[in-house]
């Protein structure tokens, strides 16, 4: 027997034309998507403003594709780490409550191919892409997802290298027709892969972060292999080039490590790098992984940075770490111990 | 939106391997050895990077690709024959060979970069470390063994025979003590990367000793 189709994912023209080949108007097409996104239903009988023959016909033939997370870690600081099936494997979300905000940090990938030095998830190297359904299950099956203000694409994986199913995802999250996210509300962080970040630009609005770490690109590419292909001159040279025209809000991500990224020389760099470029700077406190030769700077250190690029008219801030003691942090997500020995590589 | 990508014409296509081709045209270009170029069958089709895998100095320009049942790109690219045009970009990247001593480590294609660097005359005092699962897969061994001699080992995780490391790569790279002031040159798959990588520093080579090249 064949598997039922998944509809919890598809965008608005996908539905539109599903509507259509089960011969309905195109607007029953509307209908679904706004019972998926927006109504949240949990059934296809719930989706009452169709036809009872079209709910009996999806009930048989599709399923909304909803997956429970199977486990959630609590911090003392009220972050949440949850535990998602997807793609035959886990993957991991943070759930980051603030007085003011409540953020999900999402996954695009199973693992990572990037390789980065300071992160757990490269650990684990790469598994899947995630589908359009399992990035979006992600918010819609959170047990917090009606409370959610913000989402970040900061989880495990790298959204560019994923990028149809992270573009589509992202129309989905921040569509009117769909679960209606503002883009001011929605973050996507990369390590900029060209051209695929061109492409992200050209389709879509919501917020861009860079994961930088390193102005000097020799420096860069000991921590982040893919600079010696994606280097970060071409990287920079396009956000400047489309400023004028895009509006969107602009950050660098920027761990800081002790003597390898945070001295003045580094701040110096950064300064003359992001010169003429609007755009603001999160200072992220390194957490260590297993094996890491990295240490994280001292919080004077992290203190002078962000007085110094600050001064020099780069908005700098110190964020704060959160989740730590569950493994949430930033760079500490992963389900290496998940994978099954027949995932070893044979190298 | 996509890199720019001038037409040339292939020149031939190699079996390199199971499951491996080489790729030939004229060269175009001048490059570095280790340089990649995107690559597409069509003009603004689906481009993927790959990494020169010939010499910097020869007539001919090559790029190794294994084929990828159902993949956008290598299918297409594996049923090209003498004559039909590709289209490739011009030559990036930081991930470049020097004269003076180096380790190479590589898995799968991850060796071409390698089999340039060797091609451009990037021979002496370099010692390659090549992983695979048996003695077949190991792409360009016969071009390694004959350059680097005594200098080049094999890792087979799944077979054994004279020459040949019994083991996975990473094991050999655990039971032996490294040169912590030279560099080491890493390309492969992201998993080989990060656990070579995580070894030897373990063992004291100074990340910044440590130059690695995923391969997506």
């Known amino acids: 027997m064949n598997p039922k189709t998944v509809l919890f994912g598809k965008t608005l023209e996908e539905l539109k034309k599903l509507a259509e080949e089960l011969g309905q108007k195109s607007f029953v097409g509307t209908q679904i998507a706004k019972g998926l996104y927006q109504r949240r239903v949990s059934s296809f009988s719930e989706m009452t403003d169709l036809s009872l023959p079209l709910r009996q016909r999806l009930e048989a033939e599709y399923e909304l594709g909803l997956t429970l997370p199977n486990k959630v870690d609590a911090s003392i600081d009220g972050t949440k780490k949850y535990l998602f099936p997807a793609a035959g494997k886990f993957i991991e979300a943070a759930y980051i409550p603030d007085t003011d905000r409540k953020t999900l940090c999402l996954s695009s990938q199973v693992g990572c191919k990037m390789g980065c030095l300071f992160c757990m998830t490269a650990k684990q190297g790469f598994q899947a892409n995630l589908s359009v359904n399992e990035i979006l299950n992600q918010v819609r099956s959170l047990p917090e997802g009606n409370e959610l203000t913000n989402v970040v694409y900061m989880g495990m994986g790298e959204p560019l290298d994923n990028l149809e199913n992270t573009l589509k995802s992202l129309e989905i999250l921040t569509a009117d027709w769909g679960m209606g996210f503002g883009v001011q509300r929605v973050t996507v962080s990369s390590i900029g892969l060209m051209p695929a970040l061109e492409t992200f630009f050209s389709r879509t609005r919501v917020r861009f972060a860079l994961s930088l770490h390193n102005p000097f690109e020799d420096e860069r590419a000991q921590l982040l292999p893919v600079q010696n292909v994606h280097g970060l001159a071409q990287i920079i040279g396009f956000l400047k080039s489309i400023q004028d025209t895009d509006a969107r809000r602009l950050s660098i991500e920027y761990i800081a490590f002790a003597g390898v990224n945070d001295t003045p020389r580094h701040v110096k760099e950064l300064v003359r790098l992001l010169h003429g470029l609007k755009i603001r700077v999160n200072l992220i406190r390194f957490h260590p992984i297993p094996g890491t030769p990295l240490i994280g700077s001292d919080e004077s250190t992290l203190v002078r940075m962000r007085d110094a690029l600050s001064e020099r008219g780069i908005p700098t801030t110190i964020r704060r770490s959160r989740g730590q003691d569950i493994y949430a942090a930033c760079g500490l997500l992963s389900t290496k111990a998940l994978l099954q020995n027949s995932n070893q590589q044979d190298f | 939106m996509a890199f720019f990508l001038r037409p040339v014409d292939v020149i031939r296509l190699e079996n390199s391997g199971p499951d491996s081709w080489t790729v030939y045209w004229k060269r175009n270009f001048d490059f570095l050895p280790g340089q990649v170029v995107a690559l597409s069958i069509f003009p603004s089709g689906v481009q993927r990077l790959y990494s020169l895998a010939t010499g910097n100095h020869a007539e001919e320009v090559g790029i190794l690709f294994n084929l990828a049942p159902g993949g956008a790109l290598t299918p297409l690219l594996q049923a090209v024959r003498p004559g039909h045009r590709i289209y490739v970009s011009d030559p990036f990247g930081s991930f470049v060979g020097f004269k003076g001593p180096a380790f190479w480590i590589a898995n799968g294609t991850g060796v071409a970069p390698f089999l340039s660097m060797l091609d451009s005359g990037l021979i002496e005092d370099k010692v390659m470390i090549h992983g695979a699962r048996t003695r077949e897969y190991f792409l360009g061994q016969e071009t390694f063994s004959s350059l680097l001699r005594e200098s080049y080992v094999r ?56 130059l690695s090249e995923v391969y997506f």
Do not use: H
């Open chain 2, 155 to 210: 890792c087979a995780s799944a077979d054994q025979g004279k020459g040949l490391f019994q083991g996975r790569l990473t094991t050999y790279l655990s039971s032996r003590d490294w040169i912590k002031t030279v560099p080491y040159y890493l390309c492969g798959s992201a998993s080989m990367i990060v656990e070579a990588r995580d070894i030897l520093i373990s063992r004291g080579v100074p990340f910044k000793n440590i």
